[in-house]
C-alpha cells in the first residue's frame, strides 16, 4: 500500500482516538526510516481541513515531541522542527503546544550549532498570548532574556534591546535568582551595546556588589572592570563624574591590577576622577581590552576612547586655565584649533562643559562649576578622614 493510500485510510477513520493513534504510529514509523519527504507529507494531510482538530492538536503535540527527540540526527531534526513550525504558521487554527515544543528545540539546537541569531528569531515567535498553552510570567521573562542574550551573541543590539525591555514586564514574578542576574546583567549588556556606556557602568557595578554565594568573586571583579570600562568611555559631564567617583571608592579597585585584561583600569580610572590630563599613549593597554563595538568609529571621526580621552582633557583644561586659545587647546589635545573649538562648542551645547567661546578672540573661557567646588571641599575632607 502506498503512503498516500495509507493517508486515504486513516483520514477515512471515523473514530478520532482510532485515527489518531494511526496518525501517530505513521509518523513514528518514516521517523524511524528517516524518510524526510514522506514525514512532510504526512504533516501536510494531518493539517489538512478533512482532518477535524480534536485529531490534529494531539496528534500534532505527539509529533513535535518525537521531532524533538530526534536531535541527534541534526540535519533531520532542524529540516522536520523547521517544516512544522512553517505549516503551523500557515495554518488559521493554532497549535501554540506544539509550536513551542518545536521552537524551543530548534533553539537549542541553534545554540548548540551557535547560529545565535537564528535562535533567538525562531524563539522569539512562540505566541505567549496563547488560549490553548499558557505561560507564566517568569516563563515569558525566561523566553525574553534566552533570546536577548542570543542576540547579543551576533551584536544584534537593538533587537536585544527590544527583547530585555519586554523581559522588564515580567520581572515583578521572577523568584529565580539566576534568572534574575541574567536579566540585570542582560540589561546592562544591551546599555553597552547600544553605547550607554555610563548606565551600563552603573548596572555593571551594582551587579559586581552582589554578595551572593553563587557569584564567585573572580566573576564579580570581571563586573567591576566591566564596569570601570564603561565608565571611562562614557560622555564626559556630571553624570559620569558621579560613577568615576562610586568606582574611585571602591576598597576592590586595584585589585584589577592583577587581572591581565583589566591592569591598566584603576589607573586610567584615578587619573579620570582626579581631572588629571590624560596621554593618548597611557589609554594603549586599556584599549586592548576593548570589545570591537567599544572601539567604533563615530562619524566625527574618532574612535570611542579617542573621543573619552579627548572630552576629559577638555574638562581637566578647565581646572587648570581659566581661558585658553583654541591653537593652544588643540596642541593639548592633539587636534588642530578649529576641531577643538567644534568639540568644545558640542560640549556646552550639551550641557556638559561649563565654558563660553569668543570666537573674535579665539578663546575658550571656563565657567566656574558650583558643584565640582564642593565636590573639590568633599575630596579635601576625605583626604583629611584618611590621614586622621
Not at 493517508?7 to 526510516?33: M, N, P
Amino acid at each position: 500500500m502506498s503512503l498516500e493510500e495509507r493517508l486515504e485510510a486513516i483520514v477515512a477513520q471515523h473514530d478520532a482516538k482510532t485515527q489518531a493513534a494511526a496518525f501517530q504510529a505513521l509518523f513514528e514509523e518514516l521517523l524511524a526510516q528517516q524518510a524526510v519527504a514522506p514525514m512532510q507529507q504526512v504533516i501536510t494531510r494531518l493539517l489538512a481541513d478533512e482532518v477535524p482538530q480534536q485529531t490534529t492538536r494531539p496528534v500534532l503535540t505527539a509529533i513535535a515531541k518525537a521531532i524533538k527527540g530526534a536531535q541527534s540526527n541534526g540535519e533531520i531534526f532542524s529540516t522536520m522542527a523547521t517544516f512544522c513550525i512553517q505549516q503551523i504558521r500557515m495554518h488559521a487554527v493554532k497549535f501554540d503546544e506544539a509550536d513551542y515544543i518545536l521552537r524551543d528545540a530548534l533553539f537549542n539546537y541553534y545554540l548548540e550549532t551557535q547560529q545565535f541569531k537564528d535562535a533567538a528569531t525562531t524563539l522569539v515567535g512562540v505566541n505567549m498570548e496563547s488560549v490553548t498553552k499558557t505561560f507564566t510570567d517568569a516563563e515569558k521573562a525566561d523566553i525574553y532574556v534566552k533570546c536577548a542574550e542570543a542576540y547579543l551573541q551576533e551584536e544584534e543590539s537593538d533587537q536585544a534591546d527590544v527583547c530585555v525591555n519586554k523581559a522588564s514586564m515580567f520581572m515583578h514574578a521572577v523568584e529565580d535568582s539566576k534568572l534574575m542576574l541574567r536579566y540585570k546583567f542582560t540589561y546592562a549588556r544591551v546599555m553597552d551595546a547600544n553605547r550607554k556606556f555610563v548606565d551600563a557602568a552603573m548596572r555593571y557595578h551594582e551587579l559586581s556588589t552582589g554578595t551572593s554565594s553563587e557569584t564567585p568573586q573572580n566573576e564579580l571583579l570581571e563586573l567591576l572592570g566591566m564596569a570601570v570600562t564603561c565608565a571611562v568611555l562614557g560622555k564626559a559631564g556630571p553624570p559620569r563624574s558621579r560613577v568615576l567617583g562610586l568606582l574611585y571608592k571602591d576598597e576592590r579597585l586595584h585589585h584589577l591590577d592583577h587581572m591581565p585584561k583589566y591592569s591598566s583600569h584603576s589607573s586610567v580610572l584615578t587619573k579620570m576622577y582626579t581631572e588629571q590630563l590624560l596621554r593618548r599613549d597611557e589609554l594603549a593597554t586599556f584599549e586592548g581590552s576593548l570589545q570591537a563595538h567599544q572601539k567604533a568609529q563615530g562619524s566625527d571621526g574618532f574612535s570611542i576612547p579617542e573621543k573619552a580621552v579627548i572630552e576629559h582633557n577638555m574638562l581637566a583644561t578647565g581646572k587648570i586655565y581659566d581661558n585658553i586659545h583654541f591653537g593652544e587647546l588643540g596642541q593639548i589635545l592633539r587636534l588642530d584649533a578649529a576641531t577643538a573649538e567644534k568639540v568644545a562648542a558640542r560640549m556646552i551645547t550639551e550641557g556638559r562643559l561649563l565654558a563660553s567661546i569668543d570666537q573674535t578672540a579665539s578663546l575658550l573661557l571656563f565657567e566656574a562649576d558650583a558643584d565640582a567646588l564642593l565636590s573639590w571641599d568633599e575630596r579635601i575632607k576625605e583626604l583629611c578622614d584618611d590621614v586622621a
